[in-house]
């Protein structure tokens, strides 16, 4: 399985970023798929995850700025961000659980594929 994650960059706070990540190597549809996130000198922390049938969970610090889908046609899965803000920061990680079926999962351990990770930068 690989994932090649997208769509970071540099933009001011207020404003919006649409991550992707492209999933290959097995059937996307049946996998929960999960985002998170690494600031600099901290620990990687939960951001949002999506379930197989479209289930979503969020962490408490993005709920209703950050909007998680996914295309299973498309074999890609979402984050829009909206309402950017500096401590929003980071690279972002996309990650897909290793058993089919399953719900959202906030715990990083219950992921077995990770993407290369993309980069957002907010400026105040």
């Known amino acids: 399985v690989q994932l090649q994650a997208s769509g970071g960059g540099l933009v001011q706070a207020g404003g919006s970023l649409r991550l992707s990540c492209a999933a290959s190597?097995?059937?996307?549809?049946?996998?929960?798929m999960g985002w998170f996130r690494q600031a600099l000198g901290k620990e990687r922390e939960f951001v949002a995850t999506i379930s197989w049938s479209d289930g979503t969970d969020y962490a408490d610090s993005v709920k209703g700025r950050f909007t998680i889908s996914r295309d299973n046609a498309k074999d890609t899965m979402y984050l829009q961000m909206n309402s950017l803000k500096p401590e929003d920061t980071a690279i972002y990680y996309c990650?897909?659980?290793?058993?089919?079926?399953?719900?959202?999962?906030?715990?990083?351990?219950?992921?077995?594929?990770w993407g290369q990770g993309t980069l957002v930068t907010i400026s105040s």
């Open positions: 990650a897909a659980a290793l058993t089919p079926w399953g719900p959202v999962q906030t715990n990083a351990d219950e992921y077995n594929y």
């Open positions: 190597g097995r059937t996307f549809g049946r996998y929960a």
